[in-house]
């Protein structure tokens, strides 16, 4: 586990959640899209800031939604597919 990884990634997903009037904690662990956390325009925006921040090419990996469900599930998918060296 990338704890550094995941550190960088919770005020960002703390600001999608907060932008849905959901300002409850929470895990590495926690569903957030499949649950209804994140809806599909906040999960495009994560998407946008996946892209831009780690250089992800989404037009040339697999992508489903729950791939981006939980923290650990979106560090796993920037270590897996990021083109940055310096995750």
């Excluded at 704890?3 to 569903?31: A, G, I, K, V, W």
């Excluded at 996946?50 to 998918?77: G, M």
Aim: no cysteine.
């Amino acid at each position: 586990m990338n704890t550094d990884l995941h550190l960088r990634l919770r005020p960002y997903l703390q600001q999608l959640l907060t932008q849905n009037m959901d300002t409850q904690e929470f895990s590495d662990t926690d569903s957030l899209f499949l649950s209804g956390r994140i809806d599909s325009f906040s999960l495009m925006q994560l998407v946008m800031h996946l892209e831009a921040n780690y250089q992800i090419d989404f037009s040339s990996v697999h992508f489903e939604a729950p791939l981006l469900d939980t923290v650990a599930d979106i560090a796993a998918f920037i270590q897996e597919h990021s083109s940055t060296s310096t995750l």
